[in-house]
């Protein structure tokens, strides 16, 4: 399917966060080309089926974006990913995860984008957390002293649109990639042995993917238009999990959107270094 887009989903028992999800997605403006959902349900033991097949029963009636459901037995993110993208057929794939609210714009943004940079073989936007009020007030602190990093991945490279290569970064991550069909080819699967198995704090295997796109000469294009907002779990606020993260995420600043002045590991792919 040319000119179309695939929303590829992927899920680990967050059924009410999931369909949270969903609702941001069928309340966005519709593009042109045709759009549709595939969810990758990893491991599920909630009713994260039962809720989908409730959904595909109803979206016809209701006018929503048609959903396909394929549940990966294996655990791990990446099992998940490199089991469904062979199924797309469409040229477009975003990444939406389970935990984000995309923006009422999203939809027409990757169109825009992939009209406007056809040369383009990935696009990034923003990530922002989806804060409500309850947040605690050092969240917000811009002074010297503040916490940053904070817990709850973000990518935002600013207001004006640019080519982020792998010598200045940032690196993006998958929570708000779209990838051309080519570059599923090019790049190869993602590395089971990153990112992660359920709700552990895994990661990097989406950061590797970008970059060793990137390495084989894959542009990748910031678009500021495509925004998808983080949900805030205020538990990742408190100080044990602040420890826990950065003691286990080794691609963390990659993915809060930070580039330190001094090097850092960001991933080891065919034996090539990237800090």
Not at 153 to 173: L, S, W
Not at 209 to 231: D, E, F, S, T, W
């Amino acid at each position: 399917m040319s000119d179309a887009l695939t929303i590829l989903i992927c899920t680990h028992n967050r059924a009410d966060l999931l369909e949270l999800a969903l609702t941001s997605l069928n309340a966005a403006q519709r593009p042109a080309m045709p759009v549709q959902i595939l969810v990758a349900a990893n491991a599920c033991t909630d009713d994260t089926a039962v809720r989908m097949r409730a959904y595909q029963s109803q979206q016809a009636s209701k006018n929503w974006l048609p959903l396909r459901l394929i549940e990966v037995p294996t655990p791990g993110k990446s099992h998940a990913l490199n089991r469904t993208i062979p199924e797309i057929d469409t040229e477009l794939t975003a990444f939406v995860d389970d935990d984000h609210r995309v923006d009422e714009n999203y939809l027409v943004a990757i169109a825009h984008a992939a009209q406007s940079w056809p040369d383009a073989g990935l696009y990034c936007g923003r990530i922002l957390p989806d804060w409500n009020g309850t947040e605690p007030s050092w969240v917000h602190d811009e002074g010297p002293y503040r916490i940053y990093p904070l817990p709850v991945p973000r990518y935002n490279q600013g207001d004006q649109p640019k080519t982020i290569t792998a010598e200045e970064g940032p690196i993006p991550g998958g929570g708000n990639l779209v990838v051309r069909r080519h570059v599923f080819a090019l790049a190869g699967q993602f590395s089971t042995e990153l990112g992660p198995h359920g709700h552990d704090l895994g990661g990097g295997e989406d950061s590797e993917y970008v970059l060793r796109a990137m390495i084989r000469g894959v542009r990748c294009q910031y678009a500021p238009n495509i925004i998808q907002h983080h949900y805030v779990d205020i538990d990742r606020l408190k100080l044990s999990y602040l420890l826990k993260k950065f003691s286990t995420h080794p691609f963390y600043l990659a993915h809060s959107g930070q580039w330190p002045d001094t090097p850092v590991y960001v991933a080891q792919t065919g034996g090539i270094w990237v800090s």
